[in-house]
C-alpha cells in the first residue's frame, strides 16, 4: 500500500505533538492538583495556629474568640472544632462534627506537637474534606488540638475549571500544530518532488536541469549537490561527446593512414613478383615498403604502449641517469629528422645533472616531445636544457615554431587529439596518442609536466621528476 510522504509527515508531526501534549496535560493537571491541596491544607494551618495562639493567650475571652473566628471562615467554607486530650469535643463551629476519631500513629504525632495534614478523607466525615489537626499546648502540657475542615468539592472544582481550559488550549493548540504541520509537510514535499522530477529529467538525459538551493537545511544542501552532481556529469558528457568525435576521426585516419602504406606495400610486391620494377629501381622500391612497414609498426606501438600505461601493466626500472649524455643520444636520433625541417637540436646541461627515472621511459618521454616540437617547426631551434634543483631535476624542451594556442593546451594531453586535424602523412605521434603517453609515464614518474606556449612564439615542455 502505497502512502503519500506527505501524510507520512503529518501523521508523524501530529501524534509526536499529541502525544506530548498528552504527557504535558497529565504532568501540569497533576501538578495543579498538587498545588490546590496544598495551598489549601496551608491555608487551613495558618487559621489552625491563629486560632491556637489566640486561645492560648487570652483564655478569659476564649468563648468570643472562637465564635468570631467561626464567622470569619464561615464564609470560606471552613469549619473548626476544638477537642481535649480524650478527643471529646470542646467546641465547634459546626452542628453535626462527630467524636474525633484518630489512630494511634497520629494520636503520636499530634502528642509530640507534629501538625497532622490529610488532603482528601471520605471516610471520617459525612462529605469528602481537606483537613488540618493541629496540637494545643498549655503549660507545655499536651491538653488537646483543633481540627479545621474544608470540603473538597471547593478545590475539585477549581481543578475541574483549570483541566477544562487546559482541553481547550490543547485542542487550539493541536489544530494550529496540525496547520502548520500541513503547511511545512506540504514545503518540504514540494522540494522532494522537485528534486525528483529534477532527478528523471537527468535520467532522461538533460543535463541543463538546476534546482534552487541554500544552506538552510539538508534538503537545501542536497539540492546543491544535485546541481554540482549535474554540472560535472554535463562536462563529462562534453567530454564523452568530444572524446567520441575524436575517435571517430582517429578510426578515419587510422583508416586512411593504413590504407596508403599497405596499398604502397601490395604495389611493390606485386611490382616485385611481377618483373614489374626495372632493376636498379628495386632498391627504392623496397627503401618505399620497409618506410611504409614501420609507419604500421609505429602505430602498433603507440596503441599497445597506450593500453599497457592505462591498465598499469607497465613497471619502471628507476636508476640515476647522467641526464647530458641521454639529451645527446636524443639528439644523435633525431638530428635527420630535424635536418629534413632544416632545424638544429642544442643541449643546454651541466655534466653532472642527473635524473631518477626509468631509462627507456624516460627516452620515450624525451623522442615523443622531441618530435613533436619538430613537427611543428621548420628552420629553427629545438633545445634540450637540463637543470638540477634541490631535490629534482628539470628537463626542458623549448623550440621556435607555431606554438599552441592557448585555448588547446590541455587538449594536447587527451587521446586521439591532433593539433592539426587532417589526413597529411604526418610521420611523428600522427595519431594523437603521443602526448597522452608521455602525461601518464611522467605521472607514473610521480612528476609534473607543463606548457607553455603561444601561437607564433614557439612551445616549451617542462618536466619536473624528483629523486
Known amino acids: 500500500m502505497k502512502i503519500k510522504y506527505v501524510y507520512q509527515l503529518i501523521v508523524s508531526h501530529v501524534s509526536v505533538i499529541v502525544i506530548s501534549f498528552l504527557l504535558i496535560s497529565l504532568l501540569f493537571s497533576h501538578y495543579v492538583e498538587q498545588f490546590v491541596y496544598d495551598n489549601k491544607t496551608e491555608e487551613l494551618s ?11 493567650n487570652n483564655q478569659q475571652n476564649s468563648a468570643n474568640i472562637l465564635k468570631n473566628y467561626g464567622h470569619v471562615l464561615q464564609g470560606r467554607d471552613i469549619q473548626y472544632s476544638l477537642f481535649d486530650e480524650r478527643s471529646a469535643i470542646i467546641y465547634s463551629t459546626s452542628t453535626n462534627t462527630p467524636r474525633i476519631e484518630l489512630n494511634e500513629d497520629e494520636w503520636g504525632h499530634l502528642k509530640t506537637g507534629h501538625k497532622i495534614t490529610v488532603k482528601q478523607d471520605f471516610k471520617r466525615f459525612h462529605e469528602g474534606v481537606t483537613f488540618v489537626l493541629l496540637p494545643l499546648h498549655l503549660n507545655n502540657q499536651f491538653v488537646g488540638g483543633i481540627l479545621l475542615t474544608s470540603p473538597i468539592k471547593g478545590s475539585r472544582e477549581v481543578i475541574s475549571q483549570m483541566n477544562n481550559y487546559l482541553i481547550y488550549t490543547t485542542i487550539i493548540a493541536l489544530a494550529v500544530a496540525f496547520l502548520l504541520s500541513w503547511i511545512l509537510s506540504t514545503f518540504h514535499v514540494k522540494r522532494i518532488k522537485r528534486l525528483r522530477e529534477a532527478t528523471s529529467t537527468v535520467a532522461h538525459g538533460d543535463y541543463s536541469v538546476r534546482i534552487p538551493h541554500t544552506d538552510f537545511d539538508e534538503i537545501g544542501e542536497l539540492a546543491g549537490d544535485f546541481n554540482g552532481m549535474v554540472e560535472k556529469l554535463d562536462l563529462s558528457m562534453e567530454e564523452i561527446k568530444s572524446l567520441e568525435n575524436r575517435r571517430r576521426q582517429f578510426m578515419a585516419d587510422v583508416s586512411h593512414e593504413l590504407r596508403t602504406p599497405l596499398t604502397t606495400i601490395r604495389g611493390v610486391i606485386d611490382g616485385l613478383k611481377n618483373n ?15 618506410n611504409e612497414t614501420m609507419r604500421l609498426i609505429r602505430l602498433v606501438n603507440e596503441n599497445l604502449d597506450y593500453e599497457k600505461i592505462r591498465s598499469n601493466q607497465i613497471t619502471l626500472n628507476k636508476q640515476s641517469i647522467q641526464l647530458v649524455e641521454l639529451l645527446n643520444i636524443i639528439k644523435d636520433q633525431l638530428d635527420g629528422a630535424a635536418g629534413e625541417r632544416n632545424n638544429v637540436i642544442l643541449i643546454v646541461s651541466e655534466p ?8 627507456d621511459r624516460l627516452t620515450q618521454i624525451l623522442i615523443n616531445i622531441t618530435k613533436n616540437s619538430i613537427q611543428f617547426t621548420e628552420n629553427g631551434t629545438i633545445t634540450l636544457r637540463g637543470t ?26 587527451s587521446r586521439f587529439y591532433k593539433a592539426i586535424l587532417s589526413r597529411t602523412t604526418n610521420p611523428y605521434g600522427e595519431f594523437g596518442l603521443g602526448l597522452s603517453i608521455v602525461k601518464q ?10 606548457v607553455t606556449s603561444a601561437t607564433g612564439k614557439g612551445t616549451k615542455f617542462t618536466i619536473i621528476i624528483p629523486h
Not at 46 to 56: H, R, T, V
Open 276 to 290: 614489374m620494377i626495372a632493376e636498379d629501381e628495386k632498391e627504392k622500391a623496397l627503401g618505399l615498403a620497409r
Open 388 to 413: 638540477a634543483l634541490k631535490n629534482e631535476t628539470m628537463i626542458e624542451i623549448e623550440d621556435t615554431g607555431i606554438g599552441i594556442d592557448p585555448a588547446d593546451i590541455e587538449k594536447i594531453w
Open 441 to 450: 609515464l611522467v605521472t607514473m614518474h610521480d612528476g609534473t609536466i607543463q
Open 352 to 359: 653532472d645533472v642527473t635524473v631518477f627515472a626509468d631509462y
Open 46 to 56: 495558618s487559621y489552625g495556629q491563629s486560632i491556637l495562639q489566640d486561645f492560648e
